[in-house]
């Protein structure tokens, strides 16, 4: 029949058209008419592994692109790409689609890569956006303006200062109107990474010990979902704090409603400066 | 239901935006089995006035041996409202084929970036993800912590 020979020459020439190769290095990055749910080419990289075997991979597009857009892989979402990938005879490492093909079967190690890169970014089906609860700064922020005594003449936000090798910041200071009370210095840390946030505190402690005027203010450490830290992180953060407050998720509130009680002890002038 | 902050993106975009992170630590987090980085930070803003705090995400990702999955992106609400890749083909804002580095554009009636790709120059035969990293950062607006306290505190 004509019309099935005219559909699959001009499919043929589509086809041919919509394919890009290009050089780049000592590889070859494909490029296909086929497009992913957020409209892009998907792209696969052949490589030469061997004489006589190429290594054909999505060159990591495909995760990075999903983490990128906000897509966050659970276990069971990885599972499900791996088994839809050795359905195509292809493997998941180190977050790449990969298959090693002979010669011949490059064409179809191509094509099976080039689907699983397809399929997998139908994650982005259900990504929706996610609002967040208030930060804990802002809720912070509150409690202290509704606090701030009359011997406190100011409480300044996002405070950078000197350290004896670096700069530093806390999220709030509160200065007081009299020499006699004390400056409190407080910083937020969030649970993300909490070691790293503990390694940073714990240097921002040691490094202002010998700075001038600073080294003089009461450091106060918030710890955000505490519960969420190990316990050798906030250690080191008791380490370097004059006093922390260990805000757990379930009891937020009453940890927040803690803080002028706290503030207030820690500006008094019988706060004695004494780590941990 | 709660509403999103999107109409600050114009706002946050024009902003200096700083995450409490060195560039070594992240090319670390993605060397590591993580194979990605993600940190948040806490940024102040102005809403109609009034100072507020809005909850931003950075994230890197790809792989450090292959430059072109090299890909940085700043979230909001767990949706990217800027970032800086690389696409073999595409179609910038004005239809237009290209191929490479592009920064994706925050598109306020759609409150989506995915769309609309602007080509940028000065990211090809970036060196090393380090040297790409601190470009795209200088492009984007994002400070980062300049102290690297990867090992600092180990054991």
Redesign the interface.
């Known amino acids: 029949m004509e019309l099935c020979s005219t559909i699959r020459d001009e499919l043929a020439s589509y086809l041919g058209a919509g394919v890009?190769v290009?050089a780049?290095k000592d590889r070859c990055?494909v490029?296909l008419p086929f497009t992913t749910l957020?409209?892009?080419?998907v792209?696969v990289?052949v490589e030469q592994h061997a004489p006589n075997t190429f290594i054909v991979h999505d060159?990591?597009?495909t995760?990075?692109?999903l983490?990128?857009?906000?897509v966050?892989m659970t276990r069971k979402k990885e599972e499900h790409q791996v088994a839809i990938a050795a359905k195509f005879g292809v493997h998941v490492t180190?977050?790449?689609f990969k298959k090693y093909c002979k010669p011949g079967e490059l064409q179809d190690g191509i094509l099976a890569v080039a689907q699983c890169a397809l399929m997998a970014m139908a994650e982005l089906i259900d990504?929706k956006?996610?609002?967040?609860e208030?930060?804990?700064?802002?809720k912070v922020?509150r409690v202290l303006q509704v606090w701030k005594p009359e011997y406190v003449l100011a409480i300044e936000?996002?405070v950078t200062v000197e350290g004896v090798?670096?700069p530093h910041s806390f999220n709030f200071v509160s200065y007081p109107a009299q020499a006699s009370y004390n400056t409190v210095a407080i910083k937020?840390l969030?649970h993300?990474?909490p070691r790293?946030?503990?390694?940073?505190y714990?240097?921002l402690g040691f490094d202002i010990q010998a700075a001038p005027l600073v080294s003089s203010w009461v450091r106060c450490a918030v710890v955000s979902r505490a519960d969420e830290w190990p316990e050798a992180s906030i250690g080191?953060v008791k380490k370097f704090s004059h006093r922390t407050l260990e805000v757990y998720s379930e009891h937020e509130h009453d940890m927040l409603s803690m803080l002028p009680a706290t503030m207030e002890e820690l500006s008094s002038e019988h706060f004695r400066l004494r780590l941990g | 239901m709660a509403e999103t902050s999107f109409h600050l993106v114009p706002g946050i975009l024009r902003e200096e935006k700083y995450f409490d992170i060195s560039v070594p630590e992240i090319i670390r987090a993605i060397e590591s089995d993580e194979g990605q980085a993600e940190v948040f930070c806490d940024h102040c803003t102005v809403d109609d006035g009034v100072e507020t705090e809005i909850r931003l995400r950075l994230r890197v990702g790809g792989s450090v041996m292959e430059p072109e999955s090299w890909q940085v992106a700043l979230l909001m609400h767990s949706v990217r409202i800027d970032g800086i890749d690389n696409e073999s083909f595409y179609f910038d804002a004005e239809g237009q084929e290209r191929e490479g580095w592009h920064r994706h554009e925050w598109n306020r009636k759609e409150n989506s970036c995915e769309r609309e790709k602007r080509p940028i120059v000065g990211l090809d035969d970036c060196p090393s993800l380090e040297i790409f990293l601190y470009e795209v950062f200088r492009q984007m607006r994002i400070r980062w912590n300049k102290v690297d306290h990867g090992t600092l505190f180990n054991n």
């Open positions: 890009k290009s780049r990055v490029t957020d409209k892009r080419r792209t990289v060159g990591g597009k995760s990075s692109e983490f990128c857009q906000g966050n180190e977050r790449l990504h956006p996610v609002i967040e208030e930060t804990l700064g802002a922020s936000r996002n090798t670096a937020i969030n993300d990474h790293w946030q503990a390694e940073r714990g240097f080191l």
